[in-house]
C-alpha cells in the first residue's frame, strides 16, 4: 500500500516563526541561461575571472559550470564531472532535438541526484521522496522520456569516454533502458523547488530531503519558504542546530500514522545532503495548532481557481481540495481574481448582461491582456503596452456572441478592478509608467514641460504601484496567506510613492511655482496617530513579530493609508482615465460585492463609449499643474513611508530580518526615520 506522506506541527506554531532550520539540497541546478553568468555551487554573481571546474572534461564551445572561487570549484567539480552533466550538456548543445522541452535544469539536478543516491530499486520512492514516475509517464510522455533518454546517454557517454561517438551512442538506445533516469527526473519534477535570488529572480532548482518535499500544497497554505546562498564550507546546520519543529505523517487508506524516522532518519539526510548551495527556511504565515498539516503553495496564490487547478494538474497530476478550491460558492476573493462584466451593445442603451459565456470572455481577456503584457516585456514598448492596456480596461472588449434564438448580438467584456488579469496589469503599468518618466526626464536638462509630463509619468507609476498594493490587501483581508504577495506590493508601493515625493524633477517645478518645504529634509518623522513604526522597529530588534500586535497594526495602518490616500488620490490618479475611475484604491467598498452590478455600472457607465475617450494621457492642463503642492507633497512622502512600515512588517513575518525587511530598513534609514542599525544575513 503506497503511503503519502506529509507534514505536520509538532508544537503550537505562532506566525512568522520558522519551522524548520536553513535546510541543505540534496541537489540543485542553475538555470541554463545562467550557467556563464553564476556560480553553479552557491548560485551567487560570477566574478569577472570565474574558476572552471578542477576536472576534465570541459568541451570547447559547449556550456559548462563556472565558480565563485576555488572553494565552489573545488566542492561543486567532483560532483559535476562524475554525474555526466559535461557530456549532457555537449549532447544537448549538438542535438538540441535531444530534449526540446526547455531549460535543462531538471535534467542536471536528475543526473547529480542519481550519482548521490545509493542504486535502489526505482519505486515508488527515492531516498523517502515520491517518484510519481507512473503517474507522469502516464500524462507527460515526451518530458520525462525525452529528458530520461537524454540522461541515459550522457552517463553513456561518460562510461564510454574518451572513445565515445553521440551518434552512435544515441542509435543504441533501447525503450527500456532508462527506467532509473525516468524515476529520478520524475522525482525532481514533483519535488524541486525554484530557487530565487533577494530581488526575487529565478535562479535555478533545488530538491530538499524529506523535511521540506513532504510539505504538501494548498491555495491557502499556512507556511512559506525563503532561500539562503550558502557557499562552502558551510557549518552543518543539523542535526546539532536542529529547529525542526514539524514531523512526518504518513496517510495510508485514510489513516494518519507516524512514520519512523527509518524511511529517511536526519542522519541519512545529513549525509546525503551537500553541505552546499541553496538553503530553504520553512516559515509560518499563520498560527499553527500542534498536530495540524503545515502546506506551502506550489503555484500563485492570485491566479483563480480553475487556473491554479490547471497549473497544478499539468506539473503534479493531482487535483487540489484544500478548504478554498472546495469552497461553494466560490470564495469571496476566488469569486473577484475571476470576476468580468459584459454589456449588450447591440442595444441602444448599455444593459449589464447576466448570461454570457464567462470561459469565452475570459479567454478573450486574457489573449488580450497577456499579449499587451508579454508584448511590453519582450519588445519594451512601455507607451504602446500602456495604452493597450488601459484601452481595454475603459472601453472593454467587443465580441460577437449567437443568442438562443440564433441571432448575433454584439457583447463588450469588462474587467473587474480586482479580477487577476487586472493585478498582473497593474504590475506592468506601473513597472511602464517609471520606465516611460525616466526617459522623459533624459530627454530634457531645463525646467520644461517635458519635466512637468516625466512628474505626471511618474506619479501615475506610483497610483498602480498603491492600487495594487490595496486591491490585494482587499483580497488579503479575507485569504491571510496572500501575505507574502501584499509584503512585496505595499513595499513597492512605498518606495515608488517615496521616490516621487523625493523627485528632484518635482523640486524643480515646486521651486519655481510652488514652493514647498522639503519634507525630506525634516527631522526623524513620526506619526501621531499609529505606532507602525515602532512596531517595526521591535520587529528588527526581536527578529519576529510580537504576534498579538498583528491585527492592530493592520488596522492602525489602514486607518492612516486610508487618510492620506483620501487627500492625495485624486491627484495621483489625474492624468489617467482608468485611475480617475478608482474611487479609491484602499476602501473597495464603491465596488459593492461581486454580485451585484454596482462596480460594472460604475466602470461602464464612467467610461462611457465616447470615440477618441481611450485611457491614455490627458493632455497637462493648469488645474493638473495646481495639484502639485507642499501639502500633497508631504501627504504623498507620509503616505510612502506608512506603505514601506508596513511592507517591512509583513516582510518580517515571511521572511524574517532577511533582505526585504532590511532593504526597508535602509529606505527609511536614509530618511532618518528608523534608529536600529540593521545586520543583513546571507
Ligand atoms: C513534494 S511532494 C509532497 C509530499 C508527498 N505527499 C509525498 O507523499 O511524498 C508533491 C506530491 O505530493 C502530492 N500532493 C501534494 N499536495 C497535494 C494536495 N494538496 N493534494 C493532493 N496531492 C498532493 C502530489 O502527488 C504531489 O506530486
Not at 133 to 147: C, F, M, S
Not at 234 to 243: G, I, Q, V, Y
Not at 629 to 656: D, E, N, P
Amino acid at each position: 500500500m503506497e503511503v503519502e506522506m506529509e507534514m505536520r506541527a509538532g508544537e503550537e506554531i505562532e506566525i512568522g516563526q520558522d519551522i524548520t532550520p536553513p535546510l541543505p539540497p540534496l541537489s540543485s541546478s542553475l538555470h541554463h541561461s545562467l550557467l556563464s553568468s553564476h556560480c553553479s555551487s552557491c548560485f551567487s554573481p560570477l566574478p569577472p575571472q570565474p574558476f572552471a571546474p578542477l576536472f576534465t572534461p570541459t568541451f570547447p564551445n559547449t556550456p559548462s559550470s563556472y565558480y565563485c572561487s576555488s572553494l565552489c570549484s573545488s566542492a561543486d567539480s567532483p560532483l559535476h564531472v562524475s554525474s555526466a552533466e559535461p557530456y549532457l550538456l555537449l549532447l544537448l548543445q549538438s542535438h538540441p532535438s535531444a530534449y526540446p522541452n526547455g531549460d535543462s535544469s531538471d535534467l542536471r539536478a536528475a543526473l547529480r541526484l542519481l550519482q548521490s543516491l545509493p542504486s535502489t530499486s526505482p519505486y515508488p520512492r527515492l531516498a523517502g521522496l515520491l517518484t510519481n514516475r507512473h503517474k507522469l509517464l502516464h500524462h507527460h510522455d515526451h518530458r520525462v522520456r525525452d529528458g530520461a533518454r537524454a540522461m541515459f546517454l550522457a552517463r553513456k557517454m561518460r562510461d564510454e569516454s574518451p572513445n565515445f561517438s553521440i551518434d552512435a551512442t544515441i542509435a543504441n538506445v533501447a525503450p527500456h533502458d532508462a527506467v532509473l533516469e525516468e524515476a529520478v527526473l520524475s522525482l525532481v519534477l514533483t519535488n524541486a523547488v525554484e530557487v530565487q535570488d533577494k530581488t526575487g529572480r529565478t535562479l535555478g532548482i533545488s530538491v530538499y530531503g524529506p523535511s521540506f518535499c513532504w510539505i504538501n500544497h494548498s491555495c491557502s497554505p499556512n507556511a512559506c519558504y525563503r532561500f539562503s546562498l550558502m557557499t562552502p564550507p558551510t557549518p552543518p546546520c543539523w542535526p546539532e542546530t536542529a529547529l525542526l519543529r514539524i514531523v512526518p505523517f504518513g496517510l495510508s487508506s485514510g489513516r494518519a500514522t507516524q512514520i519512523e524516522n527509518g524511511v529517511c532518519s536526519n542522519n541519512v539526510l545529513a549525509k546525503e545532503s551537500r553541505g552546499y548551495g541553496p538553503r530553504v527556511t520553512v516559515r509560518s504565515i499563520k498560527r499553527i495548532k500542534k498536530g495540524e498539516e503545515v502546506t506551502v503553495t506550489y503555484t500563485d496564490l492570485l491566479q483563480p481557481k480553475a487556473m491554479r487547478q490547471s497549473e497544478l494538474w499539468s506539473r503534479y497530476r493531482f487535483i487540489c481540495s484544500c478548504t478554498r478550491c472546495s469552497a461553494s460558492p466560490l470564495t469571496y476573493v476566488d469569486q473577484a481574481l475571476e470576476e468580468i462584466f459584459a454589456v449588450n451593445s447591440s442595444s441602444s442603451s448599455l444593459i449589464l448582461e447576466r448570461n454570457f459565456n464567462r470561459d469565452k470572455a475570459t479567454q478573450l481577456l486574457s489573449v488580450y491582456f497577456d499579449d499587451a503584457i508579454d508584448d511590453y516585456l519582450s519588445i519594451g514598448d512601455p507607451e504602446f503596452s500602456c495604452e493597450r492596456l488601459e484601452h481595454a480596461f475603459t472601453q472593454g472588449l467587443s465580441d460577437m456572441q449567437l443568442d438562443c434564438n440564433g441571432e448575433t448580438s454584439q457583447l463588450r467584456y469588462w474587467l473587474h478592478p480586482l479580477n487577476y488579469l487586472s493585478l498582473n496589469a497593474y504590475t506592468t503599468l506601473a513597472s511602464a509608467y517609471k520606465i516611460r518618466a525616466t526617459d522623459m526626464i533624459a530627454l530634457c536638462s531645463k525646467m520644461d514641460d517635458h519635466l512637468l509630463k516625466a512628474l505626471n509619468l511618474s506619479r501615475t507609476s506610483a497610483a498602480y504601484s498603491l492600487l495594487l498594493a490595496g486591491a490585494t490587501h482587499n483580497l488579503f483581508r479575507s485569504e491571510s496567506s496572500l501575505i507574502v504577495s501584499v509584503a512585496n506590493f505595499w513595499t513597492s508601493a512605498g518606495e515608488s510613492l517615496l521616490t516621487l515625493a523625493k523627485s528632484s524633477v518635482w523640486s524643480e517645478f515646486v521651486h519655481r511655482d510652488l514652493p514647498v518645504s522639503n519634507p525630506c529634509s525634516t527631522a526623524r518623522y513620526r506619526c501621531p496617530k499609529c505606532s507602525l513604526i515602532d512596531k517595526f522597529e521591535a520587529c528588527l530588534f526581536y527578529g519576529q513579530v510580537q504576534h498579538a500586535d498583528f491585527d492592530d497594526v493592520s488596522s492602525e495602518f489602514i486607518d492612516c493609508v486610508s487618510n492620506f490616500t483620501q487627500n492625495v488620490w485624486n491627484i495621483l490618479a489625474l492624468s489617467c482615465q482608468y485611475l480617475r475611475l478608482i474611487k479609491s484604491p484602499i476602501d473597495f467598498s464603491w465596488l459593492g460585492t461581486t454580485k451585484d452590478s454596482s462596480v460594472g455600472e460604475v466602470l461602464i457607465r464612467s467610461s462611457g463609449t465616447k470615440a477618441g475617450s481611450c485611457g491614455t494621457e490627458r493632455s497637462i492642463s493648469g488645474s493638473e499643474a495646481e495639484g502639485y503642492t507642499a501639502q500633497v507633497r508631504i501627504c504623498i512622502f507620509k503616505l510612502g513611508v506608512h506603505c514601506l512600515l508596513y511592507g517591512g512588517y509583513l516582510a518580517s513575518i515571511c521572511y524574517g530580518n532577511s533582505h526585504l525587511t532590511c532593504y526597508v530598513r535602509n529606505i527609511l534609514d536614509m530618511e532618518g526615520i528608523l534608529l536600529n542599525p540593521c545586520h543583513e544575513p546571507n
